[in-house]
């Protein structure tokens, strides 16, 4: 039990858990190890003793370099017992750099130990010393040394500096702030989207026209006047910012044109802080169309700029760093640092770890970035820029970094970020301006109004939104009614909505609903009104338990709002029907009674045949009755139709609507019509020569006369002969032995 | 033919105005885009709902935001048959 016991033991090493790990844990080899470097007798209980009452040779730290005092100050912070890779590590984050051979001298001095792992019975200590194991073991001071460092702790005699003189650089750039220049940028491209030229790089004016209301990182405010796409690092900016929105989602691009998904961007506002800022690590690591490397080269030397493809939304330059970006962003994890770094130190802990990989990694790209600048790259831009990471300065001047709260949390890592409480954090005022204030404002609210309304400026932490007919109907059009809006505004208004805001943004409810339009429904006909009538009221009463309804449209119409709903199957499978899709192939609905005349019935013609045989024939009204409709074609109305290609366009749409496609008889009629006329020549008392074997023919073609012989050659086995050379040919085949037939050949081969 | 049959036509989308003069009015906003359009009454206008999109961004350019409720059609069995043959028809050639 005590030895079960001393393995899950914290804080320094006691007599009772040394002499269990003398007993069962170490080798005798260690407890050797320990007599010779303690000075003790070699003997368990003499060696356990001193875990207890120190030993001659204890810690002292009047010699010790700053590394020693740093290293144990750390040990006592920890509670007298750290892993040695986290100590090697919170050492290389403190800058003191690489401290494993201060590490090993420790241990060989005794003043450190190094425990067996769990379950290890034999752990010889001289072997870890061999292999370099250490750092991989827990290291613990004894538990008289522990104490002597803690009232060397309180002498200060110890250090473990935590930066605590550094400063944050002014106004980090923040996950919110990233997250306000998204929504805008969003809500933008959604009125007016963005165009990209054929590089794929965004057209300047129309970037120009969503970029005003961005604020660049670290800075209050948009950039409103200040904007110049021909300045390097806005416009690297701009890219980073509609790459991270793509890889979110709540961008697509699609025939050079960037849109806004804004199902996508509805899931993404509204889901959980901690969800959003776990995809937004995400996003940043996968980001393709932008890379940290040309854009730090663009911040240090802006006049020098890059390629037009770093800022392509068509060629993935940052693609080939997705795994590197994780490597970094999974260092960044295992470092769990908690405060400021030395920015130098974590670079290194980041080449320190797996050199290998990134080398490995970075060397197959096509410009082979060096491994050192790409973590630089991606620590000081990518990571600041998406607000994941802190800038800051020690007292000395050295470059700091640190997590921000939600950059710790998107990381996995313990944070202290309180929850948004339902205080209120905007104000409606009765001009239809609602002032919203950033630093209480979740981002549910914010795209809720960025829904509903255009903002109109942006100062420090204060934005303010314009709700005008036009915007919040858009809003409405998107999913926003006008009760919720007006709860919303309420609930989260310093003061309630005016009664004047709140009765338009109901009259513009109702000025939206003027026009609905029902997707994904489908559109029932039937010619007999009575019969008509039972089967929606049929339907009616099939669908009273669901949300779908049936809108009558007429005696003979209607329109049931799902068209996969069971009560349609049913209704079409109780009585002759026929099925038709606007978006599949069209039914088989034209007969030709006469050359370019066809018949159609109107109940079996769908809307885009019956839309199309207006704009390429004349509807023979004399002729047609209420089920049966005669169309005529008409050759001018068909070249207007179809300018680029008269006969095709009308061959494309005539064939598939027909039985067994267009008739021949049709379509070298309209070829007549609107093509040039087909030609034939006919002639008469024509000699045809016909062989039973193909090589035969093949041989006569090859005759020296066959040139004076043949007139055209009709089939694999037969020619026509030139008329007033028939004697030649009677002379030929007699002299050559061929044995005429008297009847034609079955068929020919 | 002759034989009274019901029609299901899928497909489409339902534009219901709320009076003449707002289908008129809708009418002129999409007239560019050469739909093929069923007119229903002085409400209803039947489309191919694979043209809503593009009757949207007409409408939305008049200052009109139409209620869109429902969701797209998925595409026809046939077509999902056809998008499946299509690669087992490129190795065979």
């Not at chain 1, 699609?254 to 506002?269: I, P």
């Amino acid at each position: 039990m005590s030895d079960q016991r001393s393995r899950v033991s914290k804080g320094p090493l006691d007599e009772a858990e040394l002499a269990a790990y003398l007993e069962r844990g170490y080798a005798d080899a260690s407890r050797r190890f320990f007599a010779r470097a303690w000075d003790v007798a070699d003997d368990p209980e003499a060696v356990a003793q001193v875990a207890g009452q120190g030993f001659d040779d204890d810690i002292d730290l009047e010699d010790a370099d700053p590394t020693v005092r740093a290293l144990l100050g750390l040990v006592a912070e920890r509670g007298g017992r750290v892993r040695g890779e986290n100590l090697r590590r919170d050492l290389l984050l403190r800058g003191f750099g690489e401290s494993r051979s201060t590490i090993e001298e420790l241990l060989t001095r005794g003043w450190l130990v190094a425990l067996p792992n769990p379950g290890e019975h034999d752990c010889n200590l001289n072997s870890v010393f061999e292999q370099k194991t250490f750092l991989q073991r827990e290291l613990a001071v004894l538990e008289a040394s522990f104490e002597h460092l803690e009232a060397m702790s309180q002498q200060q005699a110890l250090s473990a500096p935590a930066w605590e003189s550094a400063t944050a650089d002014d106004n980090p750039a923040t996950v919110a702030d990233l997250e306000l220049n998204l929504l805008h940028l969003c809500a933008l491209i959604r009125r007016d989207p963005l165009k990209l030229n054929k590089d794929g790089t965004p057209n300047r004016r129309s970037l120009a026209r969503v970029a005003r209301g961005v604020s660049m990182p670290g800075s209050h405010g948009e950039i409103a006047g200040d904007l110049d796409l021909h300045n390097a690092e806005q416009l690297d900016y701009l890219a980073f910012l509609v790459s991270l929105s793509r890889e979110l989602g709540l961008l697509a691009t699609q025939d050079s044109t960037c849109r806004t998904d804004d199902d996508a961007l509805g899931r993404f506002f509204r889901s959980d802080d901690a969800e959003r800022d776990r995809r937004l690590l995400d996003a940043v690591q996968r980001l393709r169309f932008w890379n940290e490397i040309d854009s730090l080269h663009l911040s240090r030397s802006p006049s020098h700029g890059v390629d037009d493809e770093h800022f392509s939304q068509s060629e993935s330059t940052g693609q080939p760093l997705i795994g590197a970006r994780g490597f970094i962003i999974s260092v960044l994890r295992r470092a769990r640092f908690s405060d400021w770094v030395a920015r130098d130190a974590l670079a290194q802990l980041c080449t320190q770890l797996d050199r290998q990989y990134l080398n490995r990694t970075l060397s197959q790209l096509p410009r082979s970035p060096d491994p050192d600048e790409f973590i630089h790259a991606v620590l000081e831009r990518t990571l600041v820029w998406a607000g994941i990471l802190q800038t800051g300065a020690a007292g000395d001047g050295q470059a700091l970094i640190r997590l921000s709260p939600r950059g710790a949390r998107a990381m996995g890592l313990d944070h202290e970020i309180a929850e948004h409480g339902d205080d209120g954090c905007l104000i409606v005022q009765p001009n239809f301006e609602v002032m919203v204030f950033l630093d209480n404002a979740p981002a549910s609210v914010l795209h809720a109004l960025y829904r509903v309304g255009l903002r109109r400026k942006l100062s420090d932490r204060v934005a303010t939104f314009q709700l005008v007919a036009e915007s919040v109907q858009r809003g409405y059009a998107l999913g926003a009614d006008a009760e919720s809006l007006i709860a919303l505004l309420n609930e989260r208004g310093h003061t309630p909505v005016p009664d004047s805001v709140a009765f338009e943004l109901r009259d513009w409810e109702r000025a939206h609903r003027r026009l609905t339009i029902h997707l994904g429904g489908a559109s029932l006909r039937h010619p007999d009104p009575e019969r008509f009538d039972l089967i929606c009221g049929q339907l009616e009463h099939d669908l009273r338990d669901s949300n779908e309804q049936l809108i009558r449209l007429g005696a003979r119409d209607a329109f049931v709002t799902d068209a996969d709903h069971p009560a349609i199957r049913r209704a079409a499978e109780s009585q002759p029907s026929l099925q038709l899709d606007a978006l599949g192939d069209p039914a088989r609905s034209f007969y030709f009674v006469d050359p370019l005349v066809l018949m159609v019935d109107p109940y079996e013609c769908d809307v885009i045949t019956r839309v199309e045989l207006d704009r390429v024939g004349d509807l023979l009204e004399d002729e047609s009755s209420e089920r049966n409709l005669f169309y005529e074609l008409d050759p001018d109305k068909i070249a207007k139709r179809f300018p680029d290609d008269p006969l095709g366009g009308i061959c494309d749409f005539l064939a598939p609507r027909c039985e067994g496609g267009l008739p021949a008889a049709q379509s070298i009629r309209l070829q007549a019509e609107l093509d040039e006329a087909p030609r034939f020549h006919l002639e008469s008392e024509v000699t045809v020569i016909t062989f039973e074997e193909i090589d035969t023919a093949e041989r006569f073609r090859q005759l020296g006369e066959a040139s004076d012989l043949i007139a055209r050659r009709l089939g694999p086995t037969t020619y026509a002969v030139v008329t007033d050379q028939v004697p030649l040919l009677e002379e030929l085949v007699d002299e050559l032995h061929m044995d005429q037939s008297s009847t034609p050949f079955e068929q020919d081969h | 033919m002759a034989e009274d049959v019901l029609v299901v036509h899928r497909g489409l989308a339902l534009m219901l105005c709320e009076d003449a003069a707002i289908l008129e009015e809708t009418l002129l906003a999409i007239e560019p885009l050469q739909l093929h359009i069923r007119r229903l009454g002085d409400r209803a206008l039947l489309v191919p709902a694979d043209r809503v999109d593009s009757i949207l961004e007409n409408l939305e350019r008049e200052g009109t935001f139409p209620r869109v409720v429902g969701a797209m059609p998925a595409p026809s069995n046939e077509e999902e048959e056809k998008a499946d043959e299509a690669p087992v028809a490129e190795e065979a050639l």
